[in-house]
């Protein structure tokens, strides 16, 4: 049976560049606090009409697709990784598909958020591994500027998240102990509602009666969303930051042990971590918990944000650009976010 490899890697960030000090302009908060919380320093924002969370996807895909030597008329399926899509249905799978004006391939869009990119390459993984495709496109992609709450009220979600896309071209290789070496997926539903964005939605208050506001008959029409949900702010991203963190400290070095352990690693073998990039307290607190050295791990979310599902394939083309992966390293993704879900996938590159 074939393994999947990364053959092309490519990532995209908008010019534009929003700071710390940039956000104060519309909210209450300060770069000393963001900074000390988070490791930011600064994010790329979009620019608001002419790019959106395709656009940017088609620019990786570009480079990714360039770097594995084909063009997009050889890619046989698309996997796209997003919380933030062009339009709430179609997915962005099929606009990347027109975009780059592909066969009529399948286009399939994954909503793992933070997890998103890990589990969209497991599940290319396993097409590759059963020979159905060949030249598999996995994109994460994110505009979250479009969509975060920038006053003093959002502050805690919107000071945290960035825009940008990541790309990789997944290929068979025969190569013995070479390419994707295993992947693990986990969820639990219990607290889906703590970092979570209600609306648009079908829920009509099923599951979050203490959060969302009630509606009288007249409003039934208008559930998915109403005036009144605008009014009481449920538009936007809601987080409990602290539950966030506490959950993501265990699962993180869970979900790292659970891959190495699997193949017969332990953490010393491992050449790099790329762990989403949610907040560098976190991906700190994991490396000490490992015993991990400065080298052995990638953290580029002082210049990015959170970028959610694009985070990993940006960090991981960036490290790669740098020369940080090597052919035969063996290489971590690991990923916790909103669900909640979390995941990691082992890399022989
Ligand atoms: N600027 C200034 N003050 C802010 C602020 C901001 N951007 N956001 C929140 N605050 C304030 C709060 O209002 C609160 O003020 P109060 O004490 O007067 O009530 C205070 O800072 C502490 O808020 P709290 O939410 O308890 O802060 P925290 O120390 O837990 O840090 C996070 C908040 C979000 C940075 C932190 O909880 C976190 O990183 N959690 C994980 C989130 C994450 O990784 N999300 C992505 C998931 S993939």
């Known amino acids: 049976m074939p393994q999947s490899k990364i053959a092309g890697i490519g990532m995209y960030v908008p010019e534009h560049i929003v700071t710390n000090n940039d956000l104060k302009k519309y909210m209450e908060t300060s770069d000393e606090w963001i900074e000390e919380r988070t ?45 933030s899509p062009d339009y709430y249905f179609p997915g962005c799978g099929v606009l990347v598909q027109r975009a780059m004006k592909m066969k009529e391939i399948g286009a399939l869009d994954i909503r793992n958020q933070c997890s998103g990119f890990v ?8 097409f590759i591994k059963t020979g159905m495709y060949k030249n598999i496109l996995v994109v994460g992609s994110e505009k979250h500027s479009f969509g975060l709450d920038f006053t003093t009220r959002g502050r805690n979600v919107s000071v945290i998240f960035g825009d940008g896309a990541g790309a ?26 703590i970092l979570a964005m209600y609306n648009p939605g079908t829920h009509a208050n099923h599951w979050t009666t203490n959060k969302v506001a009630d509606f009288d008959e007249a409003e039934i029409g208008q559930m998915f969303m109403s005036k009144d949900m605008i009014d009481h702010d449920q538009n936007f991203p809601f987080m409990d930051g602290p539950a966030v ?7 993180f070095p869970e979900v790292i042990m659970e891959a190495l352990q699997a193949s017969g690693f332990t953490h010393a073998d491992l050449n790099l971590l790329i762990p989403h990039q949610a907040n560098l307290r976190i991906a700190q607190f994991v490396q000490q ?45 690991a990923a916790f976010g909103s669900g909640f879900t979390w995941a990691s996938a082992l890399i022989r590159w």
């Open 39 to 83: 490791g930011i320093k600064e994010r790329r924002y979009a620019h608001r009409t002419n790019e959106t969370t395709t656009t940017m996807a088609v620019e990786a895909a570009t480079i990714a697709i360039e770097r594995a030597g084909i063009t997009p008329q050889d890619i046989d399926f698309i996997i796209f990784a997003t919380l």
């Open 119 to 126: 589990y969209a390459l497991s599940v290319a993984d396993q």
């Open 168 to 193: 990789v071209v997944l290929q068979p290789t025969t190569q013995e102990g070479q390419g994707i070496l295993n992947t693990h997926l986990h969820s639990d539903g219990e607290s889906a509602e």
């Open 245 to 251: 963190f506490k959950k993501a400290i265990v699962k």
């Open 289 to 333: 918990k490992l015993q991990l050295r400065n080298d052995q791990v990638y953290n580029n979310i002082q210049q990015y944000g959170n970028t959610t599902a694009a985070s990993i394939p940006i960090a991981l083309c960036e490290a790669w650009q740098m020369g940080k992966i090597k052919e035969g390293d063996l290489v971590c993704l």
